[in-house]
C-alpha cells in the first residue's frame, strides 16, 4: 500500500518530465549515435547516457518532492531509480528491443520509417523504433515511480 498517495503522481510527473529532458537535451550527440554501437565504444557511450538521465531524474525529483512533501523511501528510491536506469539501457542497445519487437510480432512496426539501406529517406524522429523505444521507457517510469511509491511507507 502506498503511504503518501500523492508520492505515486509526484514521482511520475517529475521522472516523466526529466525523462524528456534527459533523453532529448542531456544525452549527448555522440552518446545517441554510440549506444547501440557493438562493443566496449557502444556500452560505455550508453552507460554514460544512463548515468547521465538518472541524475537528471534525481535533479528533478528533490525539489519537486521538497516541495511537496511527498514521502519517499531513500532505498525505494535508489531501486525504482535502478529499475528505470537498468531497463533504459537494456532497450537503448537496440539490438535488444528489436529483438524484443521481432519476438512479439512487432519487428515490421519497429522498422517503420527506416531509410533505405544507401539512402536518407526518413531524416526524422517519426520511425518505429522511436515510438517503441520512448513507450518502453514511459512504462518503466511507471514502474519506477510505483516502487518509489509504495516504498515510502517502509
Aim: aromatic share 8%.
Amino acid at each position: 500500500m502506498i503511504a503518501d498517495p500523492t508520492a505515486f503522481a509526484v514521482v511520475f510527473v517529475a521522472l516523466f518530465a526529466a525523462h524528456q529532458v534527459g533523453d532529448h537535451w542531456v544525452q549527448s550527440s555522440c552518446q545517441a549515435t554510440a549506444k547501440g554501437g557493438p562493443g566496449k565504444a557502444g556500452r560505455i557511450a550508453c552507460a554514460k547516457h544512463v548515468l547521465s538521465l538518472t541524475v537528471t531524474k534525481l535533479l528533478f525529483l528533490a525539489p519537486i518532492l521538497l516541495l511537496t512533501g511527498a514521502s519517499v523511501h531513500p532505498l525505494a528510491l535508489v531501486i525504482g531509480l535502478g529499475a528505470d536506469a537498468a531497463s533504459h539501457y537494456w532497450a537503448d542497445r537496440r539490438t535488444t528491443l528489436a529483438a524484443l519487437a521481432a519476438r512479439v510480432g512487432r519487428g515490421e512496426f519497429h522498422r517503420l520509417g527506416t531509410p533505405r539501406p544507401g539512402h536518407d529517406d526518413n531524416p526524422s524522429l517519426g520511425t518505429g523504433a522511436y515510438a517503441l523505444d520512448q513507450s518502453w521507457h514511459i512504462g518503466w517510469l511507471a514502474a519506477a515511480s510505483l516502487i518509489i511509491a509504495v516504498g515510502g511507507g517502509a
